[in-house]
């Protein structure tokens, strides 16, 4: 890595200051060529920017030497006035500079290869700028700062402590070794399976805090899915009419209850039709239906349970809306509510009901062993391999340290620690520019 790069760190457009970041080996050059050399590391300094004459902004410099910075290398920001023609202006200095535009995450690739960060942690980076809720900022910052890594840095550590003893036995069979040493190793293995099948039948906990947690509004037609719908985003997104099947397709919206991000959906009303608009409308919603964390079950006093029911779990939750029209009594074989879109009533219990089940689904005393389909990835891989190893542990040790020595790679790769290099495109071509 010989280029010096820079970037813009905050967002484009007009604003009361601008950063622009650099890292690399000639930063310390370029700061001296625009008017800002000898400043004390990490320390602030005002400073006249100007390139062959020509004065560009007065500016905060500061500078962070190697090692101890961001990316490991030379790096320094300018914090500038925030308006488009400064930044343009510094940013053209920098390019004669020849020092070259960095790519989307490129800085936060960087302080992965020079050791300031693992691959777990660099993904967290960013998570946290993506984060819209308190639950997502704070998942993010939980595995920027290891927690994820030293889970993985857990299970390694079971691993390669069975692996010890299988190559022990096979490495120095003619050495003074306890008999069938290998096979100390099945009660590690068999504690290390238990461990990762938990992690994954939790990995949906940690996706779900970072990508949202679906909710889905089903029921027959003309039962008040889509007035609840519009109550719970506050807003008139969907259509709502008298007419029977007005909502034809999935109508999804984006919404935060109790911290957590949540995508709800409105779907057309499940009935049998002929008319093929109607249908394939059926069709998306018992299909999304089946995707949903959540449903909830809609139905308007009076009606019957009709085809609906069959896509509801039993820990589902069943509305009856039109309160303020006719009260139903809530069946008493599961938990229902009431409410009225016209006058409110019932509206906050609900939107407390759907907090607490947030809550309970997606908090937890451990943190999430995965928080993106990567991770889930190379956790069923490293599951496969162990419970190879433990199956061929009883038969053949050296066939079981092989399936071993590929769990430990699989996990590995979740830290970046070994094989990375066809997964660095993946995870750093999701960030933004500046980090």
């Known amino acids: 890595m010989t280029d010096t790069i820079f970037a813009l760190a905050t967002p484009p457009g007009r604003g009361a200051i601008a950063i622009i970041r650099l890292s690399g080996p000639r930063t310390d050059e370029a700061l001296a060529r625009l008017g800002a050399g000898g400043l004390k590391a990490r320390l602030a300094g005002l400073r006249d920017l100007a390139l062959n004459g020509r004065a560009l902004d007065q500016a905060l410099v ?99 402590k069975a692996l010890a003893l299988v190559e022990a036995e096979i490495d120095f069979p003619d050495e003074e070794v306890p008999d069938n040493l290998a096979r100390t190793a099945g009660p590690v293995l068999d504690g290390l399976v238990a461990d990762l099948r938990a992690a994954l039948a939790d990995a949906r906990r940690g996706e779900r805090v ?71 409308g059926v069709r998306r919603a018992r299909a999304r239906a089946e995707q949903a964390e959540l449903r909830l079950w809609i139905r308007a006093p009076g009606d019957p349970a009709g085809p609906a029911a069959g896509y509801v779990r039993p820990d589902d939750l069943m509305v009856f809306t039109k309160a303020d029209i006719d009260r139903a009594a809530p069946p008493p074989d599961r938990e229902a509510l009431v409410v009225s879109t016209e006058t409110g009533e019932g509206l906050g219990a609900l939107h407390d009901w759907l907090a607490a089940r947030l809550a309970r689904d997606l908090s937890g005393a451990d943190f999430p062993a995965v928080t993106r389909e990567r991770h889930r990835r190379r956790l069923t891989e490293a599951l496969a391999s162990v419970e190879a190893g433990r199956r061929a542990l009883d038969v053949a040790p050296e066939m079981a340290g092989d399936d071993l020595r590929r769990a430990a790679e699989s996990l590995a790769r979740v830290t970046g620690a070994i094989g990375v290099e066809d997964i660095l495109g993946e995870v750093f071509s999701t960030f933004c520019i500046g980090k």
């Open 210 to 280: 970072r990508e949202g947690y679906r909710i889905v509004l089903i029921g027959e037609t003309n039962a008040g899915k889509s007035s609840l719908f519009n109550a719970l985003v506050a807003r008139e997104a969907a259509i709502v009419t008298p007419i029977a099947g007005t909502t034809r397709d999935v109508l999804d919206a984006d919404l935060i209850i109790g911290g957590y991000a949540v995508t709800l959906s409105d779907t057309a009303g499940l009935r049998d039709s002929d008319d093929p608009i109607e249908a394939e």
């Open 62 to 160: 500061l500078r962070f030497p190697a090692p101890n910075s961001y990316t490991g290398e030379d790096c320094a920001e300018l914090h500038l006035h925030g308006g488009r023609a400064v930044v343009e202006a510094v940013s053209d200095a920098l390019l004669r500079l020849d020092l070259r535009l960095a790519e989307p995450g490129e800085f936060t690739r960087r302080a992965f290869e020079n050791g300031r960060m693992d691959l777990a942690q660099a993904e967290a980076v960013a998570d946290l700028i993506d984060a819209e809720t308190t639950a997502q900022a704070a998942q993010a910052l939980g595995q920027l700062d290891g927690a994820l890594s030293q889970t993985y840095a857990g299970f390694r550590r079971d691993l390669l």
